[in-house]
């Protein structure tokens, strides 16, 4: 394994770890980080969270990791990992940015 490749899955581990502590915090959930399956569903029946609860999702992610989520983009929210790839995809094009 290439040491870009162990870059992209270290960073991928830290962004799903703060997300899930976050997020558990956050929605006061009954859960540990690693009780969360990263392609449980958020909304519905995965986790049983509400639209209330998606917006404080937005909210965290927003605050957490410096990114918008657009309105209409509930896709995103799907599971974690949807929202872990959005993150890394949103700091991409920051980077890139810069």
Do not use: W
């Amino acid at each position: 394994m290439n040491a870009t490749m162990v870059e992209t899955i270290e960073r991928r581990k830290t962004i799903i770890s703060k997300f899930k502590e976050e997020l558990i915090n956050r929605l006061n959930l009954p859960y540990q980080p690693q009780d969360l399956h990263e392609d449980v569903s958020l909304l519905g029946a995965g986790l049983g969270l509400d639209s209330l609860d998606a917006l404080e999702i937005v909210l965290c992610v927003e605050n957490c990791f410096a990114i918008k989520i657009p309105d209409q983009n509930i896709a995103i929210l799907r599971s974690i990992n949807t929202i872990v790839d959005y993150v890394i995809e949103e700091q991409d094009k920051q980077g890139d940015a810069q």
